[in-house]
């Protein structure tokens, strides 16, 4: 929780520094008597960047492990980090140094901090957990901003001030200049004289041609990656469909499966529950699994009583299944070996001749549960009523897990007892 706080202020306080400090020797309307508060404020923003650097020290000392190169490239860093992050403007303002000289040592110290604030925005971002094009592109705007405000200044250290503009006049005709160069626009207006300000232009419309190269191909990468999951998923289709074709399927099932993946992209964007599974480690999917189905398994009186850990072998074993309107789960008088769980939609509990329906089963229900227990015959029939989502669990694969815990085996043999007498009870 304190972190955001102290990263947004840091960066901002490095931001505004990096942007005012470093060209303030250029500004000749700057007179010792505006500088002296001016430079106050600075260090106060210093001084803002200097806490940070300590509260990072300290976070980065207990935790060595996060600089995966060893100590002496954490000490290096670390170092550099609170030498520039150091108010040196403080004897000008107490009066100690000469201000131009205190001005040039500040900035040249503080140019290294520019290494650091892609560093702050990647911490930033990572702590409001953006996404990663947002974070990119922020990246851009950072680099090109700061590129064209150096540029600018750089402009004005090579021209000087020859139409003795005001310091905010001669300012924004050089970032004006900056950025039409560096956007490969050039109207012209503004041009150079003599070779050092010829070899400068020269320099800045290769940096800009790379720049504005650079920044097309980032947003030319995002709006391909945009889609990515769209083409990838495409391509899947194309591939099922070419099968299909092939094997000369009837149009009537090509058409089920074109259904089933416009499902399967408008509701899931066309992820699979087992294939997230498999990426993740096992004990990170089951508490995942646990925040979303520790309701829906304990809805289940075999499950009421169930330990945490039984629940988290059962999440890591449940396997996803998707119905389209029609599909029928199991039929009356199969041998039941599964346990379903509606995650979404709903199914109906009819006769093997569908001529009646006793029951519809909704969102967050179950059903199947006596298979679990008995290998019996099914004692009706389930129908999908519409698209639906549920969850499978087998008996063997319960079995398994059961034979890991022998205090919830007996909770269960005791259970599977009790049923077979009520069944025989209600048979005589």
């Known amino acids: 929780m304190i972190r955001f706080p102290v990263l947004g202020v840091r960066a901002v306080a490095l931001v505004a520094n990096l942007f005012v400090l470093i060209t303030a020797p250029l500004y000749s309307d700057l007179a010792p008597a505006v500088w002296r508060p001016w430079i106050g404020w600075e260090i106060l923003a210093l001084s803002l960047v200097l806490a940070g650097s300590l509260f990072r020290l300290r976070e980065d000392f207990l935790d060595l492990s996060t600089w995966p190169e060893g100590r002496p490239r954490f000490w290096t860093v670390r170092s550099l980090d ?3 992050a150091i108010p040196w403007e403080l004897p000008f303002v107490l009066g100690f140094m000469n201000p131009v000289h205190t001005l040039y040592l500040a900035v040249f110290l503080r140019y290294f901090r520019l290494f650091f604030v892609l560093g702050y925005l990647q911490d930033i971002t990572s702590t409001l957990e953006l996404p990663p094009a947002v974070q990119r592109i922020l990246n851009i705007v950072i680099i090109f901003a700061f590129s064209a405000h150096y540029i600018a200044n750089a402009w004005i250290l090579v021209t000087g001030n020859p139409d003795h503009f005001d310091d905010v006049s001669l300012y924004l005709r050089a970032l004006y200049w900056t950025v039409t160069t560096m956007t490969t626009i050039g109207y012209g ?25 650079y920044v097309i191909g980032v947003v030319a990468s995002l709006i391909s990656n945009f889609d990515i999951a769209k083409n990838t998923f495409q391509h899947k289709i194309d591939q099922v469909e070419a099968f299909l074709r092939y094997r000369k399927v009837p149009r009537h099932l090509q058409r089920r499966v074109r259904e089933y993946f416009d499902y399967l992209w408008k509701f899931r964007r066309g992820h699979e529950e087992a294939q997230i599974a498999d ?11 646990l925040h979303l189905n520790r309701d829906l398994l304990e809805r289940v009186p075999l499950f009421q009583h169930a330990p945490e850990a039984v629940l988290r072998q059962l999440i890591l074993r449940l396997q996803p299944v998707i119905l389209q309107p029609g599909d029928i789960v199991f039929e009356e008088g199969e041998i039941g070996l599964d346990m379903y769980f509606i995650t979404k939609g709903s199914v109906e509990v009819v006769s093997f001749d569908r001529k009646k329906s006793y029951a519809i089963l909704q969102e967050g229900q179950y059903f199947g549960e006596i298979a679990l227990l008995n290998s019996v015959p099914r004692t009706a ?10 969850y499978r669990i087998d008996k063997p694969t319960f079995d398994r897990v059961v034979e890991r815990f022998p205090g919830f085996a007996d909770e269960i043999q005791r259970i599977a007892h009790q049923r077979r007498q009520n069944e025989a009870q209600r048979s005589r």
């Open 381 to 390: 029939t389930i129908i999908a009523r519409d698209w639906c989502e549920l």
């Open 82 to 84: 609170l030498l520039t």
């Open 279 to 289: 990426t993740l480690p096992a004990q990170l999917w089951s508490d995942i699994g």
């Open 189 to 213: 207006d503004i041009t150079p004289h003599g070779n050092s300000q010829i070899l400068f232009v020269i320099f800045i419309e290769v940096f800009g041609a790379g720049m504005y190269g």
